[in-house]
Structure formats: structure tokens, C-alpha cells
């Protein structure tokens, strides 16, 4: 029998369960999930959690998070799971992450087949044994290091995480998107997750650990502003911040990637495809209508 159900405290192991079969996929998940549990809220890192039960076992998840980002990974009832979670949260639908054709289902499911988007793309899962990373050259010159940001620098993060949000995800500039990237770089910086690359004396990359669980973390938001690309300086911050991670006993990273040029960087550090999985970004005002 069949059912779909919100999960509660207590469900926290069977969602762990079911999701570590792809850990990587599923690692803003896990992350958020051992950050708050599934105590309900609208705070940072909080969801919505709801699982269908296949004669009591577990077998698929959608969560509903604060940021109105929506993700669901099932083995069926994708659309089912999607609105039983914006039901539960009534959070505004931001977006969509999962599996491309799980995706369309919970889109479809929830009226948004023609809602129009700011971002829509298929995305490789890569995934890297730190053991095996390949240490690229710029970090053997003696100008350049890379290292945690300091607070006198929130400012400069916080305008190329609004960049990053502009130009790789679609979403319109305005100075309610810088505040919440300026929220985000204090919070990554809190909790040790934000990098950045010096050469000189001049900041020239960041990126951040998007998600960090057990001893395995995601890369997310690697930024160089355009007239500092083509000199190695992204594949040089994400690799510093990676060997950060090593020193502090992780073992291993993943990331998600469609641009070529960053595939072929990331390729260069050891990355390797695992899967893959559709990303897709509402406009502002649909996401408003949806709610």
C-alpha cells in the first residue's frame, strides 16, 4: 500500500537512509537535514519534509525549503510528493532540483508546465576523492593563496554571489537579491565555508561550500569577475578551499556543472561525472503567483 505522508522528528534516519544511495545528488539535503532536523520552519536551512511509503518503507522524498527551492528524488509519486510539500510549507515555489523526468512530473503537477523561468538546465553531478585531487599550477606561485574570507570582505562576496545569481542563474537584479547574498556570505563565513583566492594582495575568486555532510562537502557559486577569467583563478579557489576541506578530514567533494568551460576546469582538478540532475529557476513574479 502505498502513502505519502509529511515526515516528523523522528523520521530523520529513514530520510538519511534513503538518501545516502545518492549521497552526492542529494547532499543540500543532507546537509540542511543534519543543520535543523525536520522540525518544521521557515529559518535557514529549515523544509518542509514529506516521504511515500511503499508497505512502510520509504522510497521517495520531496522537501519544500525556506529559500522556496523544491526537491524531490522517488522511486515514484514524484508529482504527488511535490504538492503534498508546497502544501505543507506554502512557501513560494523559487525553483525545482531533482531528476530530469521527476522534475517535469512535480512541475506538471503543480501547474508550472508553462510558468516562465529564469534558468532551466540539465546538469552533470561530479565528484572527487580528495586523495586524488590534481593541484593545479597557479597555487605554486607565491603570490597567490588561497584562504577563508575575513569580514572586511563581505561586501565584495556578497556582490559576486548577486552576480553569480544574475548571470549563471537568471535571476533579476535588485537590491533585495544583494541583501540576501550579503545574509549568505555572513553565514557561509560564520560557519567556515567561504574562500576566496588573493593574489598580491587583490581578492580575484571566491567560492563557498554549499553543503557540507559527514566527511564529504559540495562546491557551489565559484565566481572570478570577467576581467580576471582565463588565468586559473577559479579552478585555484575551489582547489585551495578543497585542500582546506582535506586538512580537516574530509574525504571527499562534489559539485554540479553545464557551463563547458567550467567542466573542463573542474575535469582538470580530478572531478569526475556521477549524474544527473535538471535545475530549474522561476521567474520572480510566477514564483509570487504560485505561492
Not at 534558468?119 to 585531487?133: C, K, R
Not at 553545464?258 to 540532475?277: H, M, T
Amino acid at each position: 500500500m502505498l502513502e505519502i505522508r509529511d515526515l516528523k522528528v523522528g523520521d530523520e534516519a529513514a530520510v538519511e537512509g534513503f538518501l545516502e544511495q545518492w549521497s552526492e545528488s542529494s547532499l543540500l539535503v543532507l546537509s540542511n537535514l543534519r543543520q535543523v532536523g525536520l522540525k518544521p520552519g521557515s529559518g535557514c536551512y529549515h523544509g518542509y519534509y514529506c516521504g511515500a511509503f511503499q508497505d512502510d518503507r520509504l522510497i521517495g522524498v520531496a522537501v519544500h525549503f525556506w529559500n522556496g527551492m523544491l526537491f524531490v528524488r522517488t522511486e515514484d509519486e514524484a508529482g504527488a510528493l511535490a504538492v503534498r510539500a508546497v502544501s505543507s510549507s506554502r512557501f513560494p515555489i523559487a525553483g525545482i532540483l531533482g531528476p530530469s523526468a521527476q522534475v517535469a512530473e512535480a512541475r506538471s503537477a503543480l501547474g508550472l508546465e508553462k510558468a516562465e523561468v529564469s534558468f532551466e538546465g540539465s546538469m552533470d553531478v561530479m565528484a572527487l576523492d580528495l586523495n586524488e585531487i590534481s593541484v593545479p599550477d597557479v597555487l605554486e606561485n607565491s603570490l597567490i593563496k588561497a584562504r577563508r574570507a575575513r569580514s572586511s570582505e563581505l561586501d565584495l562576496v556578497a556582490n559576486w554571489l548577486t552576480r553569480f545569481s544574475v548571470e549563471v542563474e537568471g535571476i533579476a537584479d535588485s537590491p533585495a537579491l544583494y541583501g540576501k547574498s550579503y545574509e549568505s556570505a555572513q553565514r557561509f563565513r560564520r560557519e567556515k565555508r567561504l574562500f576566496v583566492l588573493e593574489r598580491g594582495g587583490q581578492i580575484v575568486a571566491s567560492c563557498v561550500f554549499s553543503a557540507v555532510y559527514g566527511d564529504i562537502v559540495r562546491v557551489g557559486y565559484v565566481w572570478t569577475p570577467p576581467g580576471l577569467r582565463n588565468s586559473g583563478y577559479a579552478r585555484g579557489v575551489v582547489a585551495g578551499a578543497l585542500l582546506a576541506a582535506r586538512a580537516e578530514g574530509a574525504n571527499r567533494a562534489c559539485l554540479i556543472a553545464n557551463d563547458p568551460a567550467a567542466l573542463r576546469s573542474y575535469l582538470g582538478l580530478g572531478f569526475g561525472r556521477i549524474d544527473r540532475e535538471t535545475l530549474v529557476h522561476f521567474d520572480e513574479e510566477v514564483t509570487r503567483l504560485t505561492a
